[in-house]
C-alpha cells in the first residue's frame, strides 16, 4: 500500500499508544515516520522496528525550542513535513473542587499548550513542502462534559477550537493545510491502564468503561490509528476544520 507515498509524518507522543500504532500505519503505508516523545527508551524501541524510514527526536510539547528542533530534524532527515500528529497527552481524575492548580495547568501545558505548540511549529515546513495535513488529539470528552474530569474535558475541549482556528487559518491564507480533530472514546493504552484495575460501583475498571461504550470494549489504538491514517492521507482533502470520532458508540 502506498497511500502516504513520500509523504514524512511527524508524531508526538509516538512511544506508545496511538502514536505508535499511527508511526507504525504510516511507514506500512509508504510515508516516513518521525516518532517524537519524552520517552527515549520505548520510542527508539518503536524507531528501530520500523527501520529506515523512521526516526525518534525527543520532545518535551511544553517546550517550543524543543518542537522547533523535532521539525528541524524531520526536515533534515526526510527532505521536508507533509504531516503532524498531535497525540501526546494527559489524563487526570478530577472535579472542580479538588483539582489544584498545579495539575490543571500541568494537563492544560501537555495536552492545549502542547498541540498550540505543534501546530505553530510545524505550519510553515509544511507550507513549504506544498501543504499537508494536521490532526489533533482530542477526546469525547472534549465533545461532552464529565464530573470525574474537569480538567482533561477543558483541555481537550480547547484542543477541538484550536483545530477549528487552525483550519479556518490555513484555508484563508491558502496555505493547502488541513487541520481536523479526532475524538476517541476509551482505548485500551498505556494512559488509561490505571484505571482498568481499580472498582468502580462493583465492578473492576475495565468492566465499567466497557459498559460505557455500546459495542461493549475498549477500543483498539490502532483502530484510531486507521482514521487518522485516513486524514493524513489525500483521501481526505476535502475534510478540515472537522471532528471525527471514533468511540464505539459512546456519544450516540
Not at 501545558?109 to 499537508?132: E, R, V
Not at 462493583?202 to 475498549?218: A, I, S, V, Y
Request: proline share 2%.
Amino acid at each position: 500500500m502506498s497511500r502516504l507515498e513520500s509523504k514524512v509524518v511527524l508524531v508526538s507522543g509516538g512511544a506508545s499508544g496511538i502514536g505508535a500504532e499511527t508511526a507504525r500505519l504510516v511507514v506500512r503505508d509508504g510515508g516516513k515516520a518521525v516518532l517524537a516523545d519524552r520517552d527515549e527508551t520505548r520510542g527508539r524501541a518503536v524507531a528501530g522496528e520500523l527501520g529506515a524510514n523512521a526516526l525518534f527526536v525527543t520532545l518535551d510539547v511544553t517546550d517550543e525550542a524543543a518542537w522547533q528542533a523535532a521539525v528541524k530534524a524531520a526536515v533534515d532527515a526526510f527532505g521536508g513535513l507533509h504531516g503532524l500528529l498531535n497525540a501526546a497527552g494527559v489524563g487526570v481524575r478530577n472535579s472542580i473542587e479538588d483539582c489544584t492548580l498545579a495539575d490543571y495547568r500541568r494537563i492544560h501545558d501537555i495536552n492545549g499548550l502542547g498541540t498550540f505548540l505543534g501546530c505553530k511549529a510545524a505550519i510553515p515546513a509544511m507550507k513549504q513542502s506544498g501543504g499537508g495535513s494536521i490532526v489533533n488529539i482530542s477526546s469525547v470528552l472534549g465533545l461532552r462534559g464529565a464530573s470525574y474530569a474537569m480538567a482533561y474535558c477543558a483541555s481537550k475541549g480547547a484542543v477541538r477550537l484550536l483545530t477549528k482556528h487552525v483550519a479556518l487559518h490555513c484555508a484563508q491564507q491558502k496555505y493547502n493545510i488541513r487541520c481536523n480533530s479526532v475524538h476517541p472514546g476509551y482505548i485500551d493504552t498505556p494512559m488509561i491502564a490505571p484505571r482498568l484495575e481499580q472498582n468502580v460501583e462493583n465492578m473492576t475498571g475495565r468492566q465499567f468503561l466497557e459498559d460505557l461504550h455500546p459495542l461493549g470494549r475498549l477500543g483498539r489504538p490502532e483502530e484510531v490509528a486507521n482514521m487518522i491514517l485516513f486524514l493524513l492521507s489525500d483521501e481526505s482533502t476535502f475534510s478540515t476544520g472537522s471532528e471525527f470520532v471514533c468511540d464505539g458508540g459512546l456519544t450516540a
